[in-house]
């Protein structure tokens, strides 16, 4: 019942820019934290960042300084904003939403999109 629908992916040159959003919707009781996870074909699901209810936040070494997550908790909306991307940072994007109101909790995962960077 619960839905996550991430948008904002593409293709990029190095050092440019790109924004993703995840919206969820359902019966969605208290959601937090959300966040992000990328995953390159062949290799392991990789957490990127997260933001608590509270605004607390928690971002990847791999893009530390580079990305910022936030949260409109009035639209049960996260963004990524990713600047000076690189080549690596290509992969599909998933969003996550931990939903705390039930029990046990649950966690949800969107279908991901695509980011590729290009040099």
């Known amino acids: 019942q619960v839905r996550l629908v991430e948008s904002g992916g593409g293709l990029v040159q190095a050092g440019g820019s790109l924004r993703l959003s995840c919206a969820a919707s359902g019966r969605l009781f208290s959601i937090d934290p959300i966040g992000w996870y990328r995953q390159v074909p062949g290799m392991q699901r990789e957490f990127v960042a997260s933001?608590?209810?509270?605004?607390?936040?928690n971002v990847a070494d791999s893009v530390k300084g580079r990305v910022t997550i936030s949260r409109d908790l009035n639209v049960d909306t996260v963004y990524l904003q990713m600047n000076r991307l690189e080549p690596g940072d290509t992969a599909v994007y998933y969003c996550y939403a931990n939903d705390r109101g039930r029990f046990p909790p649950r966690q949800y995962w969107g279908q991901g999109t695509q980011v590729t960077v290009s040099s």
């Open positions: 933001i608590t209810a509270g605004g607390s936040t």
